[in-house]
């Protein structure tokens, strides 16, 4: 007789974690719904999440480990697999140092713990260098925002929002539940403003809705806070009590004016900032602002991002109801060992050039890696160790990462499938799925935690990101950091100090509601004697001494971006890279015909005068050529507004046309070291 259960655990096709009911039928899975019960999405699931089953039972998913001969890949088992790859990290680490060795932490299998070990297992080795997708995605975010009031809320408190900004996302393709939320206040009587160079599916539904030009954010920030300021609308009280810098930062913003502003932003400022001042004054407190990815790709990034987040203080939204809340820590254990080996003295990669990427993330650069890959400088690096994240399609100047990658004396790749980076690795082992694993995630927005389930058992030679770590780490003479036995016993430690148990996460397969919601804690912090803010002052810092004394600006000064500042005759359209598409996560998905059915092929968003003048229609192909490179590529014609005049957008993701073949990895924001991959400028040709 055929036995069927229904198992609650959390999606992992991409990072909204959201609720959902596996069904299994006979030991296997056979169809994926959203959990009615969730708080998170309530029994939505997109169109991700609903394929799981099929990314689970991919035809072309790696179920042995691979070992690269002169013919190609060849299966072996894991046993001789690990022994080899700790026999080669052993020799390398002896002749070499330990610093010579890497990890690459990727997606694709987890988030929050994946980290956590990977950062882990590289400082048990005696290596400080530890590198992610994060040093060009979300890191900036939590920098500006921790450079202005110590840390980053990614989940504001949209519930009890009276104004909601959007600022460079597009929630409804990127963060489906989010957009749940907004909708929900919008019926409540709630404002949506959206700032955005593209008219997205978010834009759509905006009362307001700003069309900026890319990397111009900053002048309008400004020139709202300029706005505010010169009506009153500001929170004097939080300004003098919980702030530093306020002066030097009002005396800056005078110059943009609405001039100043429409120049740089191409917009009709004055008809648009009063607009924006007036709601945000109306609604404050209860004002949340989000900042998305498009901010980050610029090099004038931070400061961008600090322009915008300069506002909360003005209004008092910060950690307010309806704001930007700063949720409760669910109290769960640190993996990390950087208080016990920090490893300073070896000099991560890039620490030299982007100091504040370290000292905020400890995070080493990618792209600095490349060079010294390829130079032996600042010393050989000969080994790396990557979980699931694909570089080849994601990582800017796509010709140096393959050429860098590919001289490596040992690169290891862990993935669910070969992807285009895998197929450059020396050896590549196949991963466990988010549902033959379990994990804690927190919902920070609620303030709940979740177990998640594991649905199905791996196949004998398929190793969670734990036994892999744990396994090597014993073989290299670090077995003392990985004492679990299991993924199940580092769980049950990771909440040891908590108020709740495992046994109450099992109980509550939906998440356990951990703590209540507490609002203006800086108030708190500051009648306990504590600091208000997690900041050098412990104040919320307009102007930030620690930049200063590291030589660079204090204010959140505005740089216009090259296309603003030095128009290209040679390369007169400006690239925006990475609007997300609903199917796909970043370069995921791409190998599943259900998702890729959808939209199987790259395409430029075009306004229609561009396509005009360059006498194309919608299907045509362009080729598009940046200093660094070119692509060739079909034209997707938008109508008239939804996107700018002498703008062009292309998603990441494709093989046949990576638009990372032309973004730059030689042109960085110079505080976070983040590559300039939204304001490319470039020259499209008809082919």
Same mark, same amino acid.
């Given at each position: 007789?055929?036995?069927?259960?229904?198992?609650?655990?959390?999606?992992?096709?991409?990072?909204?974690?959201?609720?959902?009911?596996?069904?299994?039928?006979?030991?296997?899975? %056979?169809?994926?719904?959203?959990?009615?019960?969730?708080?998170?999405?309530?029994?939505?699931?997109?169109?991700?999440?609903?394929?799981?089953?099929?990314?689970?039972?991919?035809?072309?998913?790696?179920?042995?480990?691979?070992?690269?001969?002169?013919? /190609?890949?060849?299966?072996?088992?894991?046993?001789?697999?690990?022994?080899?790859?700790?026999?080669?990290?052993?020799?390398?680490?002896?002749?070499?140092?330990?610093?010579?060795?890497?990890?690459?932490?990727?997606?694709?299998?987890?988030?929050?713990?994946?980290?956590?070990?990977?950062?882990?297992?590289?400082?048990?080795?005696?290596?400080?260098?530890?590198?992610?997708?994060?040093?060009?995605?979300?890191?900036?975010?939590?920098?500006?925002?921790?450079?202005?009031?110590?840390?980053?809320?990614?989940?504001?408190?949209?519930?009890?929002?009276?104004?909601?900004?959007?600022?460079?996302?597009?929630?409804?393709?990127?963060?489906?539940?989010?957009?749940?939320?907004?909708?929900?206040?919008?019926?409540?009587?709630?404002?949506?403003?959206?700032?955005?160079?593209?008219?997205?599916?978010?834009?759509?539904?905006?009362?307001?809705?700003?069309?900026?030009?890319?990397?111009?954010?900053?002048?309008?920030?400004?020139?709202?806070?300029?706005?505010?300021?010169?009506?009153?609308?500001?929170?004097?009280?939080?300004?003098?009590?919980?702030?530093?810098? !306020?002066?030097?930062?009002?005396?800056?913003?005078?110059?943009?004016?609405?001039?100043? %502003?429409?120049?740089?932003?191409?917009?009709?400022?004055?008809?648009?900032?009063?607009?924006?001042?007036?709601?945000?004054?109306?609604?404050?407190?209860?004002?949340?602002?989000?900042?998305?990815?498009?901010?980050?790709?610029?090099?004038?990034?931070?400061?961008?991002?600090?322009?915008?987040?300069?506002?909360?203080?003005?209004?008092?939204?910060?950690?307010?109801?309806?704001?930007?809340?700063?949720?409760?820590?669910? /109290?769960?254990?640190?993996?990390?060992?950087?208080?016990?080996?920090?490893?300073?003295?070896?000099?991560?990669?890039?620490?030299?050039?982007?100091?504040?990427?370290?000292? !905020?993330?400890?995070?080493?650069?990618?792209?600095?890696?490349?060079?010294?890959?390829?130079? /032996?400088?600042?010393?050989?690096?000969?080994?790396?160790?990557?979980?699931?994240?694909?570089?080849?399609?994601?990582?800017?100047?796509?010709?140096?990462?393959?050429?860098?990658?590919?001289?490596?004396?040992?690169?290891?790749?862990?993935?669910?499938?070969?992807?285009?980076?895998?197929?450059?690795?020396?050896?590549?082992?196949?991963?466990?799925?988010?549902?033959?694993?379990?994990?804690?995630?927190?919902?920070?927005?609620?303030?709940?935690?979740?177990?998640?389930?594991?649905?199905?058992?791996?196949?004998?030679?398929?190793?969670?990101? !734990?036994?892999?770590?744990?396994?090597?780490?014993?073989?290299?003479?670090?077995?003392?950091?990985?004492?679990?036995?299991?993924?199940?016993?580092?769980?049950?430690?990771?909440?040891?100090?908590?108020?709740?148990?495992?046994?109450?996460?099992?109980?509550?397969?939906?998440?356990?509601?951990?703590?209540?919601?507490?609002?203006?804690?800086?108030?708190?912090?500051?009648?306990?004697?504590?600091?208000?803010?997690?900041?050098?002052?412990?104040?919320?810092?307009?102007?930030?001494?620690?930049?200063?004394?590291l030589g660079y600006q204090e204010l959140p000064e505005y740089f216009p971006p090259r296309?603003?500042?030095?128009?290209?005759?040679?390369?007169?359209?400006?690239?925006?890279?990475?609007?997300?598409?609903?199917?796909?996560?970043?370069?995921?998905?791409?190998?599943?015909?259900?998702?890729?059915?959808?939209?199987?092929?790259?395409?430029?968003?075009?306004?229609?005068?561009?396509?005009?003048?360059?006498?194309?229609?919608?299907?045509?192909?362009?080729?598009?050529?940046?200093?660094?490179?070119?692509?060739?590529?079909?034209?997707?014609?938008?109508?008239?507004?939804?996107?700018?005049?002498?703008?062009?957008?292309?998603?990441?993701?494709?093989?046949?046309?990576?638009?990372?073949?032309?973004?730059?990895?030689?042109?960085?924001?110079?505080?976070?070291?983040?590559?300039?991959?939204?304001?490319?400028? %470039?020259?499209?040709?008809?082919?």
């Amino acid at each position: 007789m055929s036995e069927e259960k229904i198992v609650k655990t959390l999606c992992r096709m991409c990072d909204d974690h959201c609720g959902i009911d596996v069904h299994v039928k006979d030991g296997k899975v %056979v169809k994926i719904e959203g959990n009615r019960e969730h708080e998170w999405n309530h029994g939505r699931l997109c169109i991700k999440g609903s394929h799981g089953v099929e990314m689970i039972y991919a035809k072309d998913r790696i179920h042995k480990p691979l070992k690269k001969t002169e013919n /190609g890949f060849v299966e072996i088992s894991l046993e001789q697999a690990l022994d080899e790859i700790c026999e080669k990290l052993g020799k390398i680490r002896d002749e070499y140092g330990a610093r010579s060795i890497g990890v690459w932490k990727g997606e694709a299998t987890g988030f929050a713990q994946e980290e956590e070990l990977a950062r882990r297992w590289i400082h048990a080795l005696g290596s400080s260098n530890y590198f992610s997708n994060d040093s060009e995605c979300s890191i900036a975010r939590l920098i500006g925002a921790s450079l202005v009031y110590g840390r980053w809320s990614a989940q504001p408190n949209y519930p009890n929002s009276r104004c909601i900004v959007i600022w460079g996302s597009n929630p409804p393709h990127a963060h489906p539940n989010m957009t749940q939320q907004i909708n929900a206040a919008r019926e409540k009587g709630a404002k949506l403003i959206v700032i955005d160079p593209r008219y997205s599916a978010m834009a759509r539904q905006a009362d307001i809705y700003v069309q900026v030009k890319p990397g111009s954010d900053g002048a309008l920030a400004h020139g709202i806070a300029r706005e505010l300021i010169a009506h009153g609308w500001i929170d004097r009280e939080f300004i003098d009590n919980y702030s530093v810098g !306020y002066d030097k930062y009002e005396a800056y913003v005078q110059k943009f004016d609405y001039a100043y %502003v429409s120049g740089e932003c191409g917009i009709d400022a004055a008809a648009l900032i009063p607009q924006i001042a007036a709601e945000l004054h109306k609604a404050a407190p209860r004002v949340a602002i989000y900042v998305g990815n498009g901010l980050e790709h610029h090099e004038n990034g931070i400061n961008n991002i600090r322009a915008v987040f300069c506002l909360d203080g003005l209004l008092g939204s910060v950690d307010a109801e309806g704001g930007n809340y700063f949720s409760v820590p669910s /109290g769960q254990r640190s993996l990390t060992i950087y208080n016990e080996r920090p490893l300073l003295e070896q000099g991560p990669i890039g620490v030299d050039k982007y100091p504040v990427l370290y000292d !905020y993330h400890k995070e080493c650069h990618t792209m600095t890696l490349m060079d010294a890959i390829l130079s /032996g400088k600042p010393y050989p690096f000969k080994a790396l160790v990557m979980t699931a994240a694909n570089p080849v399609l994601t990582n800017p100047n796509t010709p140096k990462v393959k050429k860098a990658l590919a001289s490596l004396d040992l690169f290891v790749v862990r993935d669910l499938f070969l992807t285009e980076t895998a197929q450059l690795a020396d050896y590549v082992l196949p991963a466990a799925s988010y549902l033959e694993r379990s994990e804690l995630h927190t919902f920070s927005g609620l303030q709940k935690i979740a177990l998640t389930s594991r649905v199905l058992q791996p196949e004998p030679d398929v190793q969670d990101e !734990y036994q892999f770590f744990h396994d090597t780490a014993h073989r290299l003479g670090a077995g003392e950091w990985f004492p679990w036995k299991d993924e199940d016993e580092l769980n049950e430690w990771l909440v040891e100090d908590c108020a709740f148990t495992i046994e109450d996460l099992k109980n509550n397969p939906s998440g356990y509601h951990y703590a209540e919601h507490q609002f203006q804690k800086y108030k708190a912090n500051a009648a306990a004697g504590k600091k208000p803010f997690n900041t050098p002052t412990g104040k919320m810092e307009f102007a930030c001494q620690y930049l200063k004394d590291l030589g660079y600006q204090e204010l959140p000064e505005y740089f216009p971006p090259r296309s603003n500042a030095s128009p290209s005759a040679e390369y007169p359209f400006t690239l925006v890279t990475g609007a997300r598409k609903v199917m796909y996560y970043h370069g995921r998905n791409h190998n599943l015909p259900g998702l890729a059915s959808a939209m199987p092929d790259p395409e430029i968003e075009m306004n229609p005068q561009d396509a005009e003048r360059l006498h194309v229609a919608s299907g045509d192909v362009v080729r598009v050529t940046s200093a660094i490179g070119s692509i060739e590529i079909p034209v997707a014609v938008m109508q008239e507004g939804e996107i700018g005049v002498g703008v062009v957008q292309i998603t990441h993701g494709w093989k046949q046309a990576d638009v990372n073949r032309i973004t730059h990895d030689d042109r960085f924001d110079p505080i976070s070291g983040f590559p300039l991959m939204k304001a490319v400028q %470039v020259k499209i040709e008809k082919v």
